[in-house]
Antibody, heavy 119, light 107 residues
Framework: QVQLQQSGAELAKPGSSVKISCKAS????????ISWIKQTTGQGLEYIGY????????NYNEKFKGKATLTVDKSSSTAFMQLSSLTPDDSAVYYC????????????WGQGASVTVSS | DIQMTQSPSSLPASLGERVTISCRAS??????LNWYQQKPDGTIKPLIY???NLQSGVPSRFSGSGSGTDYSLTISSLEPEDFAMYYC?????????FGGGTKLELK
């Protein structure tokens, strides 16, 4: 069955970076884009951007340009999101999700990865 | 960005009851509207895509409708597993945006 398995919770200091992984299984990895979504209590669900897993091309929500960097390792069917220059506002649960394109429904989601930024 | 406004934010309801959740877009989205369910453990799954199409495996008590800027999700007869958070999401333009969510609670 289709699965997106995300890496575990992260505790990071302000100013540092974290890299979250999303390992796909149960389907042809390069046939679907991987999107990343941020969830906080205050802002709800926010779309960060997507990566074309076949070409490596990316598109970011303007709000997250310079904050998030999306990459992919086709050999391991894994997508990554690096968050840089962390501040407490980056504390959230981050989800990966697959879709045929960004304008298709996201039909499978990872379990979420919690990131806490605290000194 | 297109703003999505969901109502109500909280919906107390009873088992077997029919409920409807509304979602309004700040501009027309041409039926490019999806619905998701989130359980308390954080698990998110799609329910409806392109306004009214049931995602595979989703029970037929779920249905969606709407056009233009106004959309809705209806659950015809609530089951215990339906008490969760519900979100609408538009993908008519980039970036996709989500409604603020509706918490369906047991009355």
């Amino acid at each position: 069955q289709v699965q997106l398995q995300q890496s575990g919770a992260e505790l990071a200091k302000p100013g540092s970076s974290v890299k979250i992984s999303c390992k796909a299984s149960g389907y042809t990895f390069t046939s679907y884009y991987i999107s990343w979504i941020k969830q906080t209590t205050g802002q709800g669900l926010e779309y960060i951007g997507y990566i074309n897993t076949g070409s490596g091309g990316t598109n970011y929500n303007e709000k997250f340009k310079g904050k998030a960097t999306l990459t992919v390792d086709k050999s391991s069917s894994t997508a990554f999101m690096q968050l840089s220059s962390l501040t407490p506002d980056d504390s959230a649960v981050y989800y990966c999700a697959r879709g045929l394109r960004y304008y298709y429904v996201m039909d499978a989601w990872g379990q979420g990865a919690s990131v806490t930024v605290s000194s | 960005d297109i703003q999505m406004t969901q109502s109500p934010s909280s919906l107390p309801a009873s088992l077997g009851e029919r409920v409807t959740i509304s979602c309004r877009a700040s501009q027309g989205i041409s039926n490019n509207l999806n619905w998701y369910q989130q359980k308390p453990d954080g698990t998110i799954k799609p329910l409806i895509y392109y306004t009214s199409n049931l995602q595979s495996g989703v029970p037929s008590r779920f249905s969606g409708s709407g056009s233009g800027t106004d959309y809705s999700l209806t659950i015809s007869s609530l089951e215990p597993e339906d008490f969760a958070m519900y979100y609408c999401q538009q993908d008519a333009s980039f970036p996709p945006t989500f409604g603020g969510g509706t918490k369906l609670e047991l009355k």
